[in-house]
T-cell receptor, first 118, second 112 residues
Framework: GAVVSQHPSWVICKSGTSVKIECRSL??????MFWYRQFPKQSLMLMAT?????????EQGVEKDKFLINHASLTLSTLTVTSAHPEDSSFYIC??????????????FGAGSRLTVL | SQQGEEDPQALSIQEGENATMNCSYK?????LQWYRQNSGRGLVHLIL?????REKHSGRLRVTLDTSKKSSSLLITASRAADTASYFC????????????FGKGTLLTVNP
């Protein structure tokens, strides 16, 4: 089945630094990927839709200059948390849809990246 | 606001028992899906039910959908300790541009 690889699985950084998270579709091409944020014991909050070859579409309230998304190829999207602060600590999850495998909107998720900002 | 709201928020049962989780939503949908999340991991798709379907089965999973009540239920039969996870419903609607909206989830604990 469709596989999405997300890296790193966890990262600890100092306040003020930037962190990049990668999301790769391993066996399919993904023109669209989604980035979610999840707080402990809570649901997933959609941050942005990543579109290959064009600008990402951000959800209301998500700072695009804070969370930079680049979808440079059909298999790779990156999320960069710029000038990270402790309040950015969270679990970030990417997902993609393999249009070949399903006519419906079924998403394949990466394993997530836990960011801790000290 | 969250489209899907699951209840209960947490459910603890013994192995072999059945587990039922419910999901309610607010707007018209194209389909409804259930996902599972093990602690600290990504989500795994379990089952999808379309808006014109009322019931669907997959192995030990049974999903129902009542569009008049805007609600769905997920039944896991003969539960196992390995079923311990959080379960989320997710909906997408016309014009949502393939975006899924997730509910708050039910944390299921199956005790051996």
């Amino acid at each position: 089945g469709a596989v999405v690889s997300q890296h790193p699985s966890w990262v600890i950084c100092k306040s003020g630094t930037s962190v990049k998270i990668e999301c790769r579709s391993l066996d399919f091409q993904a023109t669209t990927m989604f980035w979610y944020r999840q707080f402990p014991k809570q649901s997933l909050m959609l941050m942005a839709t990543s579109n290959e070859g064009s600008k990402a579409t951000y959800e209301q309230g998500v700072e695009k200059d804070k969370f930079l998304i680049n979808h440079a190829s059909l298999t790779l999207s990156t999320l960069t948390v710029t000038s990270a602060h402790p309040e950015d600590s969270s679990f970030y999850i990417c997902s993609a849809r393999d249009f070949r495998r399903s006519g419906a909107n079924v998403l394949t998720f990466g394993a997530g990246s836990r960011l801790t900002v000290l | 606001s969250q489209q899907g709201e699951e209840d209960p928020q947490a459910l603890s049962i013994q192995e072999g028992e059945n587990a039922t989780m419910n999901c309610s939503y607010k707007t018209s949908i194209n389909n409804l899906q259930w996902y599972r999340q093990n602690s600290g991991r990504g989500l795994v798709h379990l089952i999808l039910i379309r808006s014109n379907e009322r019931e669907k089965h997959s192995g030990r999973l049974r999903v129902t959908l009542d569009t008049s009540k805007k609600s769905s239920s997920l039944l896991i039969t003969a539960s196992r300790a390995a079923d311990t996870a959080s379960y989320f419903c997710a909906t997408d609607s016309r014009g949502s541009n393939y975006k899924l909206t997730f509910g708050k989830g039910t944390l299921l604990t199956v005790n051996p």
